[in-house]
């Protein structure tokens, strides 16, 4: 395994990340009442309903490790952090080891328990690994086959010609086919914060379609497209491009459509439009 490959989108879209967080958490509420780790059976000397709303809060506290992290994960993805495999690994481990030290915090000064910190720490990291990395690979697995169903899906409602393809699939945030175009009509995509404006050549006139979607998740999608990020607000259809020109506030895209239409292109994406540009030519 690659690990110094890109992180798969599907493990840092919002549907994902809310799915993994109510599913650990599920998972962990069971596995604590079940397996009882962490020595839950000697917490408290009431009646087991008690004890079961009692440690599902507690479990549910330490979940709140998750919660926190995951949000930082997706704003950071939102904002066009790039992600990498090992750097996801390292991630999770991070969230282990958090959430080992927090139910240790709990054990021995809340509970006072006898053992060394150490010994307890090491305890609560194999317990915490099970509660998170057990519902991680299962999720991961779900997420990973559903992302190919999807991307089989595309293949079979899309034409071919050769390897060319003729149509290109406009999916919302859900999966589900909304829009399709010919490649040769698509001129760029604008985007405002969960929500895709598609502009497109239709019967001699330039028309836009509203896709509740993000446009990192677009862009990840249309990776095998001549269709890339010149703007943190927009993606364009490099065989569309006709001139780019420099402006006073940088370089502006023109675009060749049935009406006048243009893109501006920020200074962080200029390099790899310029190469795109000069190989479309």
């Not at 993994?20 to 780790?37: C, D, E, G, K, Q």
């Not at 949000?71 to 790039?82: E, L, S």
């Not at 893109?263 to 479309?280: E, H, I, K, W």
Request: aromatic share 12%; proline share 2%; glycine share 4%.
């Amino acid at each position: 395994m690659d690990l110094s490959r890109k992180l798969p989108s599907y493990l840092t879209e919002k549907q994902n990340i809310v799915r993994l967080i109510l599913f650990t958490s599920a998972f962990a509420l069971v596995f604590i009442n079940i397996y009882s780790p962490f020595n839950v059976q000697t917490w408290y000397d009431i009646s087991k309903l008690q004890l079961l709303l009692y440690s599902s809060g507690i479990i549910l506290t330490g979940v709140l490790v998750v919660v926190i992290s995951r949000i930082i994960m997706y704003h950071a993805v939102k904002k066009g952090r790039q992600l990498l495999l090992y750097q996801y690994l390292i991630w999770i481990l991070a969230e282990i080891l958090c959430m080992a030290l927090f139910y240790t915090f709990y054990e021995l000064v809340i509970l006072n328990d006898s053992r060394p910190f150490l010994l307890a720490l090491k305890k609560s990291a194999l317990n915490t690994s099970l509660i998170i990395l057990l519902p991680y690979s299962v999720l991961w697995l779900y997420f990973s086959w559903r992302d190919k169903k999807t991307r089989i899906m595309q293949l079979t409602e899309t034409g071919d010609i050769g390897n060319q393809k003729v149509m290109i699939p406009f999916r919302d945030e859900k999966g589900t086919l909304r829009l399709s175009l010919k490649r040769s009509d698509v001129l760029y995509l604008q985007g405002s914060d969960n929500y895709v404006t598609i502009w497109y050549n239709s019967q001699n006139k330039v028309s836009k379609y509203l896709l509740r979607n993000t446009l990192k998740k677009m862009e990840d999608e249309l990776a095998a497209e001549s269709i890339i990020r010149c703007h943190r607000s927009y993606l364009v259809n490099m065989e569309r491009v006709k001139l780019i020109k420099r402006e006073k506030d940088g370089l502006l895209i023109e675009l060749d459509s049935n009406t006048p239409a243009t893109v501006p292109v920020s200074r962080s994406y200029m390099n790899q439009v310029l190469l795109a540009f000069g190989q479309n030519q």
